[in-house]
């Protein structure tokens, strides 16, 4: 598999405290990785590093070879390729809000079917399964979800936010336990189905304590020791 995000040096701390990234080197290659280890050993920062909404003390994070951060300024071009980067990234976290707006607004953006790309619609309900509240022919489409979701279940509200995160057709997908209230056999079937998706170039996804049992995972281990591949 194909390097697609590449971390050198990375450190980072907060504020004047020990380091919690402590010179991190990792290689994310295409398709599916896990990354798994204990509560307030880094994940979620380092994702948050990743994506670009936290800034590391240093390091280099690239993707493929356009620089999300960089020890050294960046050039004007490089400075636009990485805004153009952020078109690109769909960042879950667990607890996605949910807005008090229909569920096709949730997952699109828009008010109309007709506004819609139709088919990649049908083809996301289905591959995170939420026929049951769109509808076999979105009849239930532009049903209200309440307030952060209050007439969905958990594991609604997750499959939603997936749907909404994917709409967008991102390269690269970044999942903080955005699945964690969802049943083991329907992760695995639902990333399996997100990896055959031919704009998705790289999955990485945080988890405390479950590894899953896909084909073609990339399992990483991360400790106050560092990073290792398991």
Known sequence: NKNIISISNLFYRYKKNNYL????NINFKSGLNVLIGDNGCGKST???????????????????DIPMWHNSALSARNIERRIDLFK?????????????????????????KEACDIDLLEKLIDMVGIREISGTNLQFINRN???????????????????????????????????????KASRIEILDKFQKLKFIKCIILVSHNFIEDN????KFLLSKKGIESI
Do not use: H, M, W
């Open 145 to 183: 979800c309440g307030e952060n979701g209050n007439k969905l279940s958990g594991g609604q509200r997750q499959r939603l936010a997936l749907a909404r995160s994917l709409y967008r057709r991102p390269r690269y997908l970044f999942l903080d336990e955005s699945l964690s209230a969802i049943d």
């Open 88 to 112: 690109y990234i769909a960042y879950v976290p667990q607890e996605a809000y949910i807005y008090n707006e229909s569920i096709l607004k949730n997952i699109t953006g828009k008010n109309s």
């Open 215 to 218: 084909k073609n995972l990339n």
């Open 46 to 64: 380092l994702l948050d590093i990743i994506t670009g909404l936290v800034s590391p003390e240093k390091g280099v994070v690239l993707f493929e």
């Open 21 to 24: 990234i402590n010179n991190l």
